[in-house]
């Protein structure tokens, strides 16, 4: 089963599953179907909330310097314990629940908000043969755990019985909600590529290369218009800036985790960086080809680096994001969803399957392209014309 | 069903969803049972959650949970078990038996929809769009409008 | 018992419940959630004679399955509005307010 004389190369890349299969051998075989499941969920306890806590350093970093300033510097040389110093803070802080809240629900809510933010990294392939579960129908999981997080945003916010929070609440779940179908019908075109709501085979089909180039579904018209309308529905889906009015500070004061404090908001927090770092990694699996490497070139590097380097990019334009625009008004958020991301993917389906149905060749790009330039060109223009998308106004202080 | 505050009616009422799910996943429906959490739970308890947070008449539950005749509808309830369990129970030998899981790709159920399954597919997308016009125009009423309309 | 036996009596167990349910609570949203419930219970009596049945590989029961989720999701959002407008008139979600009744 193990065969030792394969390259090094080849040995880096599958080193994990070596390990995992080694480990196997001393494990009787009684219980080696719990076995398996805990050496593969494991890492994934371990790793991403490691990512968590590297990406808030880097976020207030990141955002200092795009704001023109430095960010923690005083823990650790270059600020970088203050991941640590802020799980301590957490961890050791009151814990303040009020007293007309729901207690149970209260508790609950964060819970089941990190329990659903992992139950989402079951199925996204992290390198090659390293994915938690197979399921056949990975994609149709991934969406249907989403729907999870909305039931407990809104547990949260009506549980501490304060208006703020549960206005902040019913704000989130209609964001969520409103955005979610684009989110769907923008990852659609990637499984109608592949055939397969499997994302092992969605990553496989963008794994070959012709020349040095890779076919990642990115790299096609339809691809990247998907690729950009899944990120803008990924950033509302995480509440993340602009689209962060429901937990806003100086709007609504921290909407609708306002009554929670201490562990349970470190929860809150760690469970919304995990779903922003669970849809980047479907955005990754459905467009950005996974594991695989940019240029054939490149296929020595470990195919798990590969994907960490794209969460990485992802993140720092999610960061870069955050700092450069302005937060979105809850109608402005609405009309965007439904006027214009909803007709676009549709558009985008209708694209997609144009260009399955055409011959190879440089005639579907150009067609492809052609179409969906023009829609998002009338599109834009006509809701303009409408009123129901404003160019910004800027009004300076005189 | 019994529980006063109607939130806590729907948080039971998505665990019982997520109970359903996972039945379904047992018995080899992968698709319904994810279809089943991301429609049933996804669109139809936020729906409630919704409704509940809008029509919310006072903070104190001072109006009692359970109806006059709330008597009446346990009795025909359990009157309802009663005969659908000794139906059960009484058709238990003659139930076929079959043990191997079908296999189940959801490709297949995909090919079904669209070859053999195809006017009902048409049709509740009729059915859908319809429902969803339908609720739109009736929430959409205007009551201050109503109101300014009578002066 | 057989394991479709108990599968049909559990789906039997959650259909009155849910009948209960909808015929002994006041307001209106928990008579729908009664409704709903009554809904996945016959969803998965479908499925389970699916899976026990003579003929897995027709996928009737699982076709059945996904048309009646989606009927369900359609009626509970039609209802849902209805109640809202009733709200809107009546001010209440009471069943029993004899007040609303007689407007």
Same mark, same amino acid.
């Given at each position: 089963?193990?065969?030792?004389?394969?390259?090094?190369?080849?040995?880096?890349?599958?080193?994990?599953?070596?390990?995992?299969?080694?480990?196997?051998?001393?494990?009787?075989?009684?219980?080696?179907?719990?076995?398996?499941?805990?050496?593969?969920?494991?890492?994934?306890?371990?790793?991403?909330?490691?990512?968590?806590?590297?990406?808030?350093?880097?976020?207030?970093?990141?955002?200092?310097?795009?704001?023109?300033?430095?960010?923690?510097?005083?823990?650790?040389?270059?600020?970088?314990?203050?991941?640590?110093?802020?799980?301590?803070?957490?961890?050791?802080?009151?814990?303040?629940?009020?007293?007309?809240?729901?207690?149970?629900?209260?508790?609950?809510?964060?819970?089941?908000?990190?329990?659903?933010?992992?139950?989402?990294?079951?199925?996204?392939?992290?390198?090659?043969?390293?994915?938690?579960?197979?399921?056949?129908?990975?994609?149709?999981?991934?969406?249907?755990?989403?729907?999870?997080?909305?039931?407990?945003?809104?547990?949260?916010?009506?549980?501490?019985?304060?208006?703020?929070?549960?206005?902040?609440?019913?704000?989130?779940?209609?964001?969520?909600?409103?955005?979610?179908?684009?989110?769907?019908?923008?990852?659609?075109?990637?499984?109608?590529?592949?055939?397969?709501?499997?994302?092992?085979?969605?990553?496989?089909?963008?794994?070959?290369?012709?020349?040095?180039?890779?076919?990642?579904?990115?790299?096609?018209?339809?691809?990247?218009?998907?690729?950009?309308?899944?990120?803008?529905?990924?950033?509302?889906?995480?509440?993340?800036?602009?689209?962060?009015?429901?937990?806003?500070?100086?709007?609504?004061?921290?909407?609708?985790?306002?009554?929670?404090?201490?562990?349970?908001?470190?929860?809150?927090?760690?469970?919304?960086?995990?779903?922003?770092?669970?849809?980047?990694?479907?955005?990754?699996?459905?467009?950005?080809?996974?594991?695989?490497?940019?240029?054939?070139?490149?296929?020595?590097?470990?195919?798990?680096?590969?994907?960490?380097?794209?969460?990485?990019?992802?993140?720092?334009?999610?960061?870069?994001?955050?700092?450069?625009?302005?937060?979105?008004?809850?109608?402005?958020?609405?009309?965007?969803?439904?006027?214009?991301?909803?007709?676009?993917?549709?558009?985008?389906?209708?694209?997609?399957?144009?260009?399955?149905?055409?011959?190879?060749?440089?005639?579907?790009?150009?067609?492809?392209?052609?179409?969906?330039?023009?829609?998002?060109?009338?599109?834009?223009?006509?809701?303009?014309?409408?009123?129901?998308?404003?160019?910004?106004?800027?009004?300076?202080?005189? | 069903?019994?529980?006063?505050?109607?939130?806590?009616?729907?948080?039971?009422?998505?665990?019982?969803?997520?109970?359903?799910?996972?039945?379904?996943?047992?018995?080899?429906?992968?698709?319904?049972?994810?279809?089943?959490?991301?429609?049933?739970?996804?669109?139809?308890?936020?729906?409630?959650?919704?409704?509940?947070?809008?029509?919310?008449?006072?903070?104190?539950?001072?109006?009692?949970?359970?109806?006059?005749?709330?008597?009446?509808?346990?009795?025909?309830?359990?009157?309802?078990?009663?005969?659908?369990?000794?139906?059960?129970?009484?058709?238990?030998?003659?139930?076929?038996?079959?043990?191997?899981?079908?296999?189940?790709?959801?490709?297949?159920?995909?090919?079904?929809?669209?070859?053999?399954?195809?006017?009902?597919?048409?049709?509740?997308?009729?059915?859908?769009?319809?429902?969803?016009?339908?609720?739109?125009?009736?929430?959409?009423?205007?009551?201050?409008?109503?109101?300014?309309?009578?002066? | 018992?057989?394991?479709?036996?108990?599968? *049909?009596?559990?789906? =039997? &167990?959650?259909?009155?419940?849910?009948?209960?349910? /909808? !015929?002994?609570?006041?307001?209106?949203?928990?008579?729908?959630?009664?409704?709903?419930?009554?809904?996945?219970?016959?969803? *998965?009596?479908?499925? =389970? &004679?699916?899976?026990?049945?003579?003929?897995?590989? /027709? !996928?009737?029961?699982?076709?059945?399955?996904?048309?009646?989720?989606?009927?369900?999701?359609?009626?509970?959002?039609?209802? *849902?509005?209805?109640?809202?407008?009733?709200?809107?008139?009546?001010?209440?979600?009471? !069943?029993?307010?004899?007040?609303?009744?007689?407007?």
């Amino acid at each position: 089963m193990i065969v030792f004389s394969t390259t090094s190369a080849e040995r880096a890349d599958q080193i994990f599953v070596l390990i995992k299969h080694w480990l196997m051998g001393y494990v009787p075989a009684a219980a080696q179907p719990l076995a398996s499941a805990v050496l593969s969920v494991t890492p994934i306890l371990l790793v991403f909330p490691a990512i968590f806590a590297v990406t808030t350093l880097l976020e207030r970093k990141g955002l200092g310097r795009i704001q023109n300033r430095y960010g923690p510097n005083r823990v650790g040389p270059w600020g970088l314990l203050q991941p640590m110093a802020d799980g301590l803070k957490s961890l050791t802080k009151e814990d303040i629940v009020p007293t007309s809240a729901d207690h149970w629900v209260h508790l609950c809510a964060p819970l089941l908000l990190v329990i659903a933010s992992f139950l989402a990294y079951a199925v996204l392939p992290i390198g090659r043969n390293m994915v938690v579960a197979n399921l056949s129908a990975g994609v149709l999981f991934f969406f249907a755990i989403g729907a999870l997080v909305e039931v407990a945003i809104f547990m949260a916010g009506w549980s501490s019985r304060s208006k703020y929070s549960l206005l902040g609440a019913m704000r989130a779940i209609a964001q969520m909600v409103s955005y979610e179908t684009p989110l769907v019908l923008a990852g659609l075109v990637a499984v109608m590529a592949t055939g397969s709501l499997s994302t092992v085979s969605i990553v496989e089909a963008q794994a070959q290369y012709s020349g040095i180039l890779p076919h990642w579904f990115v790299f096609t018209p339809w691809g990247f218009a998907g690729f950009i309308l899944f990120m803008i529905a990924a950033t509302a889906e995480s509440n993340r800036s602009p689209f962060d009015l429901p937990e806003g500070e100086s709007e609504i004061i921290a909407g609708y985790y306002i009554e929670y404090s201490g562990f349970k908001f470190a929860l809150f927090f760690l469970g919304e960086y995990l779903g922003m770092f669970a849809t980047s990694g479907m955005a990754i699996t459905l467009f950005l080809g996974g594991w695989s490497a940019p240029f054939s070139f490149l296929t020595w590097v470990p195919s798990y680096l590969w994907f960490f380097i794209k969460l990485l990019g992802i993140t720092c334009v999610f960061i870069w994001v955050r700092g450069t625009l302005p937060r979105l008004r809850m109608d402005q958020l609405m009309h965007f969803a439904w006027r214009f991301m909803l007709p676009m993917t549709l558009l985008n389906i209708v694209a997609a399957a144009a260009w399955k149905f055409f011959p190879a060749g440089i005639i579907r790009w150009v067609a492809c392209a052609l179409f969906l330039a023009v829609a998002f060109v009338l599109l834009t223009r006509g809701l303009k014309r409408r009123g129901e998308i404003q160019a910004r106004q800027y009004r300076f202080a005189e | 069903m019994s529980l006063r505050n109607p939130v806590h009616c729907v948080v039971g009422l998505t665990v019982g969803f997520l109970g359903l799910a996972a039945l379904y996943l047992q018995l080899g429906a992968q698709f319904v049972g994810l279809t089943q959490v991301l429609v049933y739970i996804g669109a139809v308890a936020i729906l409630i959650i919704f409704a509940i947070m809008m029509t919310r008449s006072s903070e104190s539950a001072e109006q009692q949970t359970f109806s006059r005749s709330w008597v009446a509808g346990v009795v025909i309830a359990v009157a309802v078990f009663a005969v659908l369990g000794w139906a059960i129970h009484f058709g238990a030998q003659t139930l076929p038996t079959q043990t191997a899981t079908p296999d189940l790709p959801v490709q297949q159920i995909g090919d079904a929809l669209l070859h053999r399954f195809v006017l009902p597919l048409e049709i509740i997308a009729l059915l859908l769009t319809a429902a969803l016009i339908g609720a739109g125009v009736l929430a959409l009423q205007d009551p201050a409008g109503e109101k300014r309309g009578q002066q | 018992m057989t394991p479709l036996s108990s599968y *049909l009596l559990l789906s =039997a &167990f959650l259909f009155c419940i849910g009948l209960a349910g /909808a !015929l002994s609570r006041r307001s209106t949203i928990l008579v729908l959630i009664g409704i709903e419930i009554m809904l996945n219970a016959a969803n *998965l009596n479908f499925i =389970a &004679f699916w899976r026990y049945g003579p003929n897995p590989t /027709a !996928l009737t029961g699982v076709m059945f399955t996904i048309f009646s989720i989606a009927v369900a999701a359609a009626e509970a959002a039609v209802g *849902l509005s209805i109640i809202l407008a009733v709200y809107r008139r009546t001010r209440t979600t009471d !069943l029993e307010n004899t007040e609303a009744s007689e407007r």
